[in-house]
């Protein structure tokens, strides 16, 4: 079965970077698109940033230019630099992979961000 597990979260100060893996297994990952998504306290989960198989990337409109998601299919990972980060970035951050045959969308246990002001 498909597993996905986050690493890199942590607590940062404001303007500071992070930089989150997600390291996929059980399903082959050049095949999927993959994505970030975050829900902080008290809100809805929200998309943070995309890409496709073809590495076609986007991004939520609270992150444009702060934030690259990126992939490595020869190491079966997921990326999300995260830079300038700010107090409303603080959520759990969660990996997904989006499989089209049939579609379902996979999550990841999800990791911590903090972002002291």
């Known amino acids: 079965q498909v597993q996905l597990v986050e690493s890199g979260g942590g607590l940062v100060q404001a303007g500071g970077s992070l930089r989150l893996s997600c390291a996929a297994s059980?399903?082959?990952?050049?095949?999927?698109?993959m994505s970030w998504s975050r829900q902080a306290p008290g809100k809805q989960r929200e998309l943070v940033a995309s890409?496709?198989?073809?590495?076609?990337?986007n991004y939520g409109d609270s992150v444009k230019g702060r934030f690259t998601i990126s992939r490595d299919n020869a190491k079966n990972t997921l990326y999300l630099q995260m830079n300038n980060l700010k107090p409303e970035d603080t959520a759990v951050y969660y990996c997904?992979?989006?499989?089209?045959?049939?579609?379902?969308?996979?999550w990841g246990q999800g990791i911590q961000v903090t972002v002291s002001s």
């Open positions: 890409i496709t198989t073809g590495g076609n990337t």
């Open positions: 997904n992979m989006i499989a089209s045959s049939p579609w379902r969308k996979y």
């Open positions: 059980g399903s082959t990952f050049s095949s999927n698109a």
